[in-house]
């Protein structure tokens, strides 16, 4: 499951402290959950002026404690993260469960920056959140999801599910297909390469790659 999230916090160079904590899926559903236990004293002006404005500790309000396991539930199994500019995003959401080896069972121990992905394409212009709700840790992540959505847009991006097919860049999956599908696509591409590989001369890669390309667009309806 893929993962968008955005957190808000207090660091002095030294430590992080969470505030509040944000997330969207890839099937819409959101998680949103402000740290009681958070030293709010400590915070910078700023961060009380730009931050602290947004919360609302009565409707979202949960103990420290209570934040790793609700993240765990809500991003189940072999989750896919994504943040913008994640350094310290990702460091504070793996500080919810101790070191990084205390991560939870099939957790990556890295998070995919949509910062990254946007140099890597040349740091092309992407829209403002002009509501007013910047800083607030949800309405970052969703923004952080459309920000990945439109760059995905991009011809040159990185095919955003590769079990679409592990070795060729073969359509587009924005939004990934269901796992029904991907499991077709899979199967598929490997009955074509089998096929055809028992009658391969040299050279003849290209031509196993495009019956292969065929074969997915087949099963997903993708434009020749």
Same mark, same amino acid.
């Given at each position: 499951?893929?993962?968008?999230?955005?957190?808000?916090?207090?660091?002095?160079?030294?430590?992080?402290?969470?505030?509040?904590?944000?997330?969207?899926?890839? #099937?819409?559903?959101?998680?949103?959950?402000?740290?009681?236990? /958070?030293?709010?004293?400590?915070?910078?002006?700023?961060?009380?002026?730009?931050?602290?404005?947004?919360? #609302?500790?009565?409707?979202?309000?949960?103990? *420290?404690?209570?934040?790793?396991?609700?993240?765990?539930?809500?991003?189940?199994?072999?989750?896919?993260?994504?943040?913008?500019?994640? #350094?310290?995003?990702?460091?504070?959401?793996?500080?919810?469960?101790?070191?990084?080896?205390?991560?939870?069972?099939?957790?990556?121990?890295?998070?995919?920056?949509?910062?990254?992905?946007?140099?890597?394409?040349?740091?092309?212009?992407?829209?403002?959140?002009?509501?007013?709700?910047?800083?607030?840790?949800?309405?970052?992540?969703?923004?952080?999801?459309?920000?990945?959505?439109?760059?995905?847009?991009?011809?040159?991006?990185?095919?955003?599910?590769?079990?679409?097919?592990?070795?060729?860049?073969?359509? *587009?999956?924005?939004?990934?297909?269901?796992?029904?599908? *991907?499991?077709?696509?899979?199967?598929?591409?490997?009955?074509? /390469?089998?096929?055809? *590989?028992?009658?391969?001369?040299?050279?003849?890669?290209?031509?196993?790659?495009?019956?292969?390309?065929?074969?997915?667009?087949?099963?997903?309806?993708?434009?020749?």
């Amino acid at each position: 499951m893929r993962i968008w999230f955005d957190t808000e916090f207090i660091e002095d160079g030294k430590t992080i402290d969470l505030i509040s904590i944000g997330m969207v899926r890839e #099937d819409g559903k959101t998680l949103y959950l402000e740290n009681l236990s /958070a030293e709010i004293g400590r915070a910078s002006q700023w961060v009380k002026d730009n931050v602290i404005v947004h919360l #609302d500790y009565v409707t979202h309000g949960v103990v *420290r404690e209570e934040i790793g396991p609700k993240v765990q539930a809500f991003a189940g199994e072999k989750p896919e993260f994504w943040a913008y500019y994640a #350094d310290y995003d990702w460091v504070v959401l793996c500080q919810l469960y101790g070191t990084m080896m205390d991560l939870p069972k099939d957790w990556p121990m890295y998070c995919r920056d949509v910062k990254q992905l946007c140099d890597s394409l040349g740091n092309p212009p992407l829209t403002k959140q002009e509501d007013g709700s910047e800083h607030n840790a949800l309405a970052d992540a969703l923004w952080t999801k459309k920000a990945w959505e439109y760059l995905q847009s991009d011809p040159r991006a990185p095919v955003a599910d590769q079990q679409y097919c592990t070795h060729f860049r073969a359509g *587009r999956c924005t939004p990934a297909p269901p796992q029904s599908v *991907r499991d077709a696509v899979i199967e598929e591409c490997a009955k074509v /390469a089998e096929s055809f *590989r028992r009658q391969m001369l040299p050279g003849d890669d290209r031509i196993l790659i495009r019956k292969i390309e065929d074969a997915i667009r087949a099963l997903t309806g993708e434009p020749k």
